[in-house]
């Protein structure tokens, strides 16, 4: 039975299976925290330009054996640093025997950038990126959207991370540079000689805890204040964070970047493809002290380990939380309401939206540019409990209300992704801005988009 903060967590969490708990062969701890240097650009006037080759590459994830994974420019998880109002170009160079789509998640970004699978770059083919930047600073990823190997080409490592940053958040005295530390986690699944083993449908098996591509790693830290940047790569897994014995730390960002003001919780979750920022000040602790990160899974209760912090040194720490951070923008006034029903269809294997699995070829919703939309989100899967989530490309939202109330403080800024419960209901605002032409939105449950679960919008003037 639930206990303590489990008590809080909604019953309808549960789904009909649950990924394997981190009981893999390595030991935790074991490995120290890979924290990803930005890759160089070459500088333009007008723009920062990256070449980035898909391709396989062999590394070492678990200590003493080498995986044969898909990387950008042979490296698993790189980051990319960009500033507001500076355009970012990629040259995508696909070596891969796969096609391969690359989206920007959470980017406002143009039709022929976004990397709809009707874009798909073959492989042996070359395409461009344009990033333009214009967006408030936040925390994005890049990652395939290819039609039919997305969830397999995430799951064997594409998946990068971007920081976009602007002048509002430099200018607050929040943590900074190599005390601000992104943390991209997902699960996997290891055959004994380090061979990653995919299957869609075998979340269950997915036992291993990935933090920066090293399992269950270490980090050396200083006794002061942190930025973690949080991201969820994984195809299905949910975390479910709690740091030491029910530490408090201070949540500061979303999908669309920094909340409207910090809320100080001990508790997270953090569902694939979302992002959410925390403050950790590890200046309450001693040099010596050790934090374990767990994940609780709601299903049972059970807690494993996803990392741990050391404090190994003191430090200076100028930094701090400001009591406001950033207003979350006036959207306008709603004029079209919709509604997406998601449900999962047992005797097909099919997950739908309003009934209709995704057909490349047929386009679901007509949003016109420059007006506002509330969408309804129901998850109807209440026969097995399966939690959904909702994820349009182009624009962040607002979340209106969960079940008819009010959003929690923590999701009272913009997001991209936002994960209903089984039998439960909510609503956001989107407004449609800037940009014309098809786009997608789906569940990110990659399992679940990979069975039919995301519909095309088609915004026009
Ligand atoms: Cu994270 Cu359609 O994407
Ligand atoms: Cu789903």
Redesign the pocket.
């Known amino acids: 039975a639930a206990t303590g903060v489990l008590a809080a967590v909604p019953a309808s969490l549960v789904i009909g299976g649950r990924p394997g708990t981190a009981r893999a062969a390595e030991s935790p701890f074991a490995v120290p925290l890979k924290v990803p240097t930005p890759l160089r650009p070459t500088r333009f006037a007008g723009h920062d330009f990256y070449r980035l080759t898909t391709r396989e590459a062999d590394v070492t994830v678990l200590p003493g054996t080498r995986t044969r994974v898909r990387s950008f420019n042979g490296v698993l998880n790189p980051l990319i640093v960009a500033e507001r109002g500076r355009p970012v170009v990629i040259e995508q160079v696909n070596s891969l025997n796969v096609p391969f789509a690359m989206?920007l998640?959470g980017g406002h970004v143009p039709e022929r950038s976004d990397g709809h699978p009707k874009n798909e770059v073959k492989p042996g083919e070359r395409r461009l990126f344009r990033y333009p930047n214009e967006q408030r600073a936040s925390t994005l990823?890049i990652?395939d959207?290819s039609h039919h190997s997305h969830a397999e080409n995430i799951y064997r490592g594409l998946a990068a991370t971007y920081l976009l940053t602007d002048e509002f958040e430099e200018n607050l005295p929040l943590p900074k540079g190599q005390y601000d530390v992104t943390l991209q986690m997902r699960d996997a699944k290891f055959a004994a000689n380090g061979t990653l083993e995919w299957d869609v449908h075998d979340f269950e098996g997915r036992n291993t805890i990935l933090v920066n591509g090293s399992p269950r790693p270490y980090f050396e830290v200083a006794a002061r204040k942190y930025r973690l940047r949080l991201v969820n790569t994984a195809n299905e897994r949910p975390f479910l964070l709690q740091l030491g014995d029910g530490e408090e730390f201070t949540h500061i960002a979303t999908d669309g970047g920094l909340l409207p003001a910090p809320v100080p919780t001990r508790m997270l979750q953090l569902w694939p493809?979302e992002r959410h920022e925390i403050v950790v000040d590890f200046g309450r602790y001693g040099v010596g002290r050790k934090l374990v990160l767990n994940n609780t899974f709601p299903y049972d209760g059970e807690t494993t380990e996803v990392m741990r912090f050391d404090v190994v040194r003191t430090a200076g720490d100028p930094s701090s939380v400001p009591g406001t951070l950033r207003a979350a923008p006036d959207l306008g006034t709603s004029t079209v309401e919709r509604e997406f029903t998601l449900s999962f269809n047992p005797r097909t294997g099919e997950h739908l939206i309003n009934n209709e699995p995704f057909d490349i070829n047929r386009v679901d919703i007509r949003p016109r540019l420059d007006t506002t939309e509330t969408w309804r989100i129901v998850n109807a899967d209440t026969q097995f409990g399966i939690p959904h989530s909702l994820?349009p490309?182009l624009d962040h939202f607002r979340v209106l209300d969960r079940n008819g109330k009010p959003p929690a403080a923590g999701e009272a800024g913009l997001k991209d992704?936002l994960t209903v419960m089984a039998g439960e209901a909510a609503r956001i605002q989107l407004r449609f801005t800037d940009y014309a032409g098809r786009f997608?939105y789906?569940c990110?449950l990659l399992g679940h988009l990979q069975m039919g679960m995301m519909g095309q919008m088609e915004i026009s003037r």
């Open positions: 989206h998640h990823w990652h959207h493809g994820h490309h992704t997608m789906h990110h």
